[in-house]
């Protein structure tokens, strides 16, 4: 038998003939059409579900205030401020804008950047200081506890800058650190090592202004932890109002950035006559800045603050699911109330046709005789 015959053999087959002509019957009616475009995209959506959404769909799950507009909706407002993440290395996949060692004995602190491999692996950047016995450090006296900088000479730090083109301060800033810290000689064996160094965070305005928002406390682990911050108005006027106009067109900052900057440094716990040895180093594996405005996501934020979205997405499974389940459910019940009807005949089908009917009347009937 050649290719042929088996070609036309399989397309001359019964089932092959009728799908075909089922088709072209359905095709005729446009709704039919319609519908099964909406199933493929609702199977489509269930399907592509995790790949569609970036927050956990749960209704409990705060990722922004109430009752955002979507993000889409900005075009109308173009300086207002959309909700997300302003840094963009975010994981630190890629070395940080700029590195600094602050003052004269820069010999005592190093920094590392090392990038991960694989999902297994991640990137993390290093802040060390090692110190030796009667070393020196600068210490400022009499220390200024108004200063937002460290107490001491010689610190280091990295930084991350991002840029801010609107004219208004976000409503609300949210700041995250995960980091952890390795201690060796009298920094972990000291009952006071924890209080001779402090980890910072700050924002540093394009004028160069400082705003500490961030310092650490012991005590400290070898695990990452993440730290939050949630900045309150002043930090976030300290931050980004050198960046926004005034009524008369000023701005204070001579450009639209501002750094986000991570640091290690001595702090005056740290007795030089003691004799002090040893390293603390600091591992930053993330750090986030999330700017909070009026707006939020493809579909804004519900009631509770979650994403719309998300649910959206999320709730279309959970339709295609009940959809199915109670399309086999009644299928299957109504081929075998069908099959026992026309076994058995006479009373039995009688009863099960007005059950039938009763059934279809629900919840009709009931609420026919209430509007009535």
Same mark, same amino acid.
């Given at each position: 038998?050649?290719?042929?015959?088996?070609?036309?053999?399989?397309?001359?087959?019964? #089932?092959?003939? @009728?799908?075909?002509?089922?088709?072209?019957?359905?095709?005729?009616?446009?709704?039919?059409?319609?519908?099964?475009? $909406?199933?493929?995209?609702?199977?489509?959506?269930?399907?592509?579900?995790?790949?569609?959404?970036?927050?956990?769909?749960?209704? *409990?799950?705060?990722?922004?205030?109430?009752?955002?507009?979507?993000?889409?909706?900005?075009?109308?407002?173009?300086?207002?401020?959309?909700?997300?993440?302003?840094?963009?290395? =975010?994981?630190?996949?890629?070395?940080? &804008?700029? =590195?600094?060692? $602050?003052?004269?004995?820069?010999?005592?602190?190093?920094?590392?950047?090392?990038?991960?491999?694989?999902?297994?692996?991640?990137?993390?950047? @290093?802040?060390? #200081?090692?110190?030796?016995?009667?070393? *020196?450090?600068?210490?400022?006296?009499?220390?200024?506890?108004? @200063?937002?900088?460290?107490?001491?000479?010689? +610190? =280091?730090?990295?930084?991350?800058?991002?840029?801010?083109?609107?004219?208004? %301060?976000?409503? &609300?800033?949210?700041?995250?650190?995960? !980091?952890?810290?390795?201690?060796?000689? &009298?920094?972990?064996?000291?009952?006071?090592?924890? %209080?001779?160094?402090?980890?910072?965070?700050?924002?540093?305005?394009?004028?160069?202004?400082?705003?500490?928002?961030?310092?650490?406390?012991?005590?400290?682990?070898?695990? !990452?932890?993440?730290?939050?911050? &949630?900045?309150?108005?002043?930090?976030?006027?300290?931050?980004?109002?050198?960046?926004?106009?005034?009524?008369?067109? !000023?701005?204070?900052?001579?450009?639209?950035?501002?750094?986000?900057?991570?640091?290690?440094?001595?702090?005056?716990?740290?007795?030089?006559?003691?004799?002090?040895?040893?390293?603390?180093?600091?591992?930053?594996?993330?750090?986030?800045?999330?700017?909070?405005?009026?707006?939020?996501?493809?579909?804004?934020?519900?009631?509770?603050?979650?994403?719309?979205?998300?649910?959206?997405?999320?709730?279309?499974?959970?339709?295609?699911? /009940?959809? /199915?389940?109670?399309?086999?459910?009644?299928?299957? $019940?109504?081929? /075998?109330?069908?099959?026992?009807?026309? +076994?058995?005949?006479?009373?039995?089908?009688?009863?099960?046709?007005?059950?039938?009917?009763?059934? %279809?009347? =629900?919840?009709?009937?009931?609420?026919?005789?209430?509007?009535?």
């Amino acid at each position: 038998m050649t290719d042929d015959n088996k070609d036309s053999n399989w397309r001359d087959s019964n #089932w092959y003939v @009728s799908l075909r002509e089922f088709w072209k019957e359905f095709a005729r009616h446009k709704m039919g059409v319609l519908g099964l475009v $909406v199933l493929l995209l609702y199977f489509g959506v269930a399907i592509a579900a995790p790949a569609l959404v970036a927050y956990d769909p749960s209704p *409990s799950n705060k990722v922004a205030p109430s009752f955002l507009a979507p993000a889409w909706m900005q075009v109308f407002d173009p300086e207002g401020v959309v909700t997300g993440e302003v840094v963009d290395n =975010i994981n630190l996949d890629n070395p940080p &804008d700029g =590195i600094v060692e $602050v003052g004269n004995r820069s010999e005592q602190f190093s920094s590392v950047h090392y990038q991960g491999s694989g999902e297994e692996e991640f990137s993390y950047m @290093s802040l060390t #200081w090692t110190h030796e016995s009667n070393e *020196s450090l600068g210490f400022i006296l009499p220390p200024d506890p108004r @200063s937002d900088i460290p107490n001491v000479e010689d +610190y =280091i730090y990295f930084y991350e800058t991002i840029e801010w083109d609107k004219e208004k %301060l976000p409503s &609300d800033v949210n700041m995250s650190i995960t !980091y952890n810290v390795e201690r060796t000689g &009298d920094f972990l064996s000291e009952s006071s090592g924890g %209080l001779m160094f402090k980890v910072y965070m700050w924002l540093i305005d394009s004028s160069g202004n400082w705003r500490r928002v961030y310092e650490s406390y012991p005590p400290y682990s070898d695990s !990452y932890q993440e730290r939050r911050v &949630d900045l309150s108005y002043f930090d976030v006027a300290a931050g980004w109002g050198g960046m926004v106009e005034n009524e008369t067109g !000023y701005q204070e900052d001579p450009d639209d950035t501002l750094k986000i900057a991570i640091g290690l440094a001595p702090t005056a716990q740290m007795r030089r006559n003691l004799g002090y040895e040893g390293s603390v180093t600091v591992n930053v594996r993330k750090m986030s800045a999330v700017a909070y405005g009026a707006y939020f996501g493809l579909l804004g934020t519900t009631d509770k603050g979650a994403d719309a979205w998300s649910q959206l997405v999320y709730g279309s499974r959970i339709s295609l699911t /009940i959809g /199915i389940l109670a399309t086999a459910l009644s299928t299957g $019940v109504g081929v /075998i109330v069908g099959m026992s009807a026309g +076994y058995f005949g006479g009373k039995i089908d009688e009863a099960l046709m007005r059950i039938v009917d009763f059934l %279809l009347v =629900i919840p009709g009937l009931p609420l026919m005789m209430v509007l009535a």
